[in-house]
């Protein structure tokens, strides 16, 4: 690694599970000593010795990446931790928090007819991206 933001998950809390995806299963966190509130992603491959040392590799360089990420339209990397909340390797990635979901969660919902979108909103979201 060329960085070293990896630390201890003992200084979060485990709150409500609120996704899960291809990488595995995401949860909503709070860090004990300030309060704020993060997402932590559990990869639902667990890292052991007959991990293939190319998807360690792998892992590590997507890692760097999320780490040198630095833009509005990006979640923001925290922090890793190559162990889950119950000390098991399963690496754990924690972001920002988005408290109103995704961009594909909204696009969902307004598929399935559940919220709308006036043009002001689409062209936001067109300019965002």
């Known amino acids: ?33 300030t309060g704020l509130i993060y997402a932590a992603k559990i990869s639902k491959e667990e890292l052991s010795e007959d991990t293939p040392k190319e998807d360690i590799i792998n892992l590590f360089r997507e890692i760097n990446i999320l780490f040198k990420i630095n833009h509005p339209a990006t979640v923001k990397f925290i922090g890793f931790s190559d162990k889950n909340f119950q000390n098991e390797n399963y690496p754990t990635i924690i972001t920002e928090y988005l408290k109103n979901g995704s961009l594909l969660n909204l696009l969902n919902d307004v598929h399935n007819g559940t919220k709308e979108l006036n043009n002001t909103k689409k062209m936001m979201i067109l300019i965002g991206i």
Do not use: A, H, R
């Open 1 to 33: 690694m060329e960085k070293d933001y990896s630390f201890d998950l003992y200084q979060f809390e485990k709150l409500d599970k609120i996704g899960k995806g291809s990488y595995g299963v995401v949860y909503k966190v709070k860090e004990k000593k």
